[in-house]
Structures are given as structure tokens and as C-alpha cells.
């Protein structure tokens, strides 16, 4: 989306989620063009429109970093930015933590523990896949996967995803003086503090919107904070 010879942004989806709902249902990623960007918005493996495999091969370890990196070489892409939303940021903390280096980097909806304690979150979505059928509409899960059915997400495809990990090197991250912009709902403490890891990270402004982890992203506040830390 924008103007193909504009400044390329890399956004990211979240887990279970696309590009469509992400970035482009309530109008971020038009947001994000206007101000003169390039947007570029894969869905991740099995999500979307990209192949949902059952394979495990098709799943090997960082294959989230793997394929952004893939994608990112693939597009001759050198000076551009990069971001995501919770599980993108989480890919994006990832690619940052192995090197790359971006102009500059969003992570909206993650805060620290969702990058240091992955795995207690990661367990807890294959335990929503692995209960899907028997949920309580009072249940920790019940949210996940009423949204997991609504997107049809391919449960199997899924487990094999979050099983193949993301890892994040945290010592290497918080060195990482890369321009990094931690965008989070006001009420959204799904992947624990945002104001926490903005405030570890070397170079790291906080922007604080209103909403939850699901409810954020219908806010144009996420867009316009995004605009405004690309442009600042």
C-alpha cells in the first residue's frame, strides 16, 4: 500500500490475526501511507493467505524470523523500517536481537515478560488450540479461540507454528540502539508491562493509547502513534 518507491514500513501481524485486520480493517495502514510510507503487510505462515502446512518440517525453529528475513532480502529491501503487533513485535524483537538493523522498529502490544517469559504465553495459546472444542464462555481461553474460529485459523497449523518458537536473545536485544517506538493499549497487560520495556531498551519511546490488547487495534490512536514515531 502507498507509493512503491516511498520509504518501505514492514508491518507484522499478531497471532491469529492478518494483514487485513490488523493494519488495514481500521485504517492504520492507510494512515501509515498517506504519511508517505511504503507499506508492506505479509500474513504469516499459517495465517491468512499464506499456506497452513501440517508438516512439522515446515515448521523449524525461528521459522516466524526466517520468513520476514526471507521476505525482507527477497524485496532488495535496505533502508526501510520494520514492525509488528504482539506476535510480530515478538518476530520483530527477534530479527533486532539477531542484527538486523532497521531504520527504525515499532513493537505495539508487547511488553516485557511477552518477550522474556515467551514461553508461559506460548503455552498458553496450545492450550486454547489443544481445548478449542470445550471452552467456557467464562474460560481464560474462551477470547482466544472465539477469535482463532472467527479467522479461521487451522488449529493444527497453529500448534505446529508456536511449537517451532521465536526465540529472543534478550541480553543482545536490550543492547540493540536501533530507534525502537513501544506502542500499548492503556489496559492491554496481555504480554505484561509496556512501560517496563520501553524503559530497558537503550533508544526507546513509549506510546501509551487507549484500549486492551484486542480493543487497541480498532483506535486510529495506533495508526497516528505509529506516523508519529516514524516521522518524529
Same mark, same amino acid.
Given at each position: 500500500?502507498?507509493?512503491? %518507491?516511498?520509504?518501505?514500513?514492514?508491518?507484522? %501481524?499478531?497471532?491469529?490475526? +492478518?494483514?487485513? @485486520? +490488523?493494519?488495514?480493517?481500521?485504517?492504520?495502514?492507510?494512515?501509515? &501511507?498517506?504519511?508517505?510510507?511504503? $507499506?508492506? =503487510?505479509?500474513?504469516?505462515?499459517?495465517?491468512?493467505? !499464506?499456506?497452513?502446512?501440517?508438516?512439522?518440517?515446515?515448521?523449524?525453529?525461528?521459522?516466524?524470523?526466517?520468513?520476514?528475513?526471507?521476505?525482507?532480502?527477497?524485496?532488495?529491501?535496505?533502508?526501510?523500517?520494520?514492525?509488528?503487533? !504482539?506476535?510480530?513485535?515478538?518476530?520483530?524483537?527477534?530479527?533486532?536481537?539477531?542484527?538486523?538493523?532497521?531504520?527504525? &522498529?515499532?513493537?505495539?502490544?508487547?511488553?516485557?515478560?511477552?518477550?522474556?517469559?515467551?514461553?508461559?504465553?506460548?503455552?498458553?495459546?496450545?492450550?486454547?488450540?489443544?481445548?478449542?472444542? +470445550?471452552?467456557?464462555?467464562?474460560?481464560?481461553?474462551?477470547?482466544?479461540?472465539?477469535?482463532?474460529? @472467527?479467522?479461521?485459523?487451522?488449529?493444527?497449523?497453529?500448534?505446529?507454528?508456536?511449537?517451532?518458537?521465536?526465540?529472543?536473545?534478550?541480553?543482545?536485544?536490550?543492547? $540493540?540502539?536501533?530507534?525502537?517506538?513501544?506502542?500499548?493499549?492503556?489496559?492491554?497487560?496481555?504480554?505484561?508491562?509496556?512501560?517496563?520495556? &520501553?524503559?530497558?531498551?537503550?533508544?526507546?519511546?513509549?506510546?501509551?493509547?487507549?484500549? @486492551?490488547? =484486542?480493543?487497541?487495534?480498532?483506535?486510529?490512536?495506533?495508526?497516528?502513534?505509529?506516523?508519529?514515531?516514524? @516521522?518524529?
Amino acid at each position: 500500500m502507498g507509493d512503491e %518507491h516511498a520509504r518501505p514500513l514492514m508491518l507484522v %501481524h499478531g497471532l491469529f490475526s +492478518n494483514a487485513e @485486520t +490488523n493494519w488495514i480493517k481500521y485504517g492504520h495502514a492507510q494512515m501509515v &501511507a498517506d504519511a508517505g510510507f511504503r $507499506v508492506i =503487510m505479509p500474513d504469516l505462515r499459517a495465517h491468512g493467505m !499464506s499456506a497452513a502446512p501440517h508438516d512439522p518440517d515446515a515448521y523449524p525453529e525461528g521459522v516466524l524470523s526466517r520468513d520476514i528475513m526471507a521476505l525482507i532480502e527477497g524485496l532488495g529491501l535496505h533502508d526501510y523500517d520494520l514492525g509488528g503487533f !504482539s506476535l510480530g513485535a515478538r518476530t520483530t524483537a527477534a530479527l533486532l536481537s539477531q542484527g538486523l538493523k532497521p531504520r527504525k &522498529a515499532i513493537m505495539s502490544g508487547m511488553g516485557m515478560q511477552g518477550l522474556s517469559g515467551w514461553e508461559q504465553r506460548r503455552d498458553f495459546f496450545i492450550d486454547a488450540i489443544d481445548k478449542r472444542e +470445550n471452552v467456557k464462555r467464562n474460560g481464560p481461553h474462551f477470547m482466544a479461540v472465539m477469535f482463532m474460529k @472467527t479467522m479461521k485459523i487451522d488449529p493444527v497449523a497453529a500448534r505446529l507454528l508456536l511449537m517451532a518458537g521465536n526465540r529472543v536473545d534478550m541480553d543482545a536485544l536490550l543492547s $540493540v540502539d536501533t530507534p525502537i517506538g513501544v506502542i500499548c493499549g492503556a489496559d492491554d497487560h496481555d504480554n505484561g508491562s509496556a512501560p517496563e520495556l &520501553a524503559e530497558a531498551l537503550p533508544n526507546a519511546r513509549y506510546y501509551e493509547i487507549p484500549g @486492551t490488547h =484486542m480493543s487497541c487495534i480498532t483506535r486510529l490512536e495506533l495508526g497516528q502513534s505509529i506516523v508519529d514515531f516514524l @516521522t518524529a
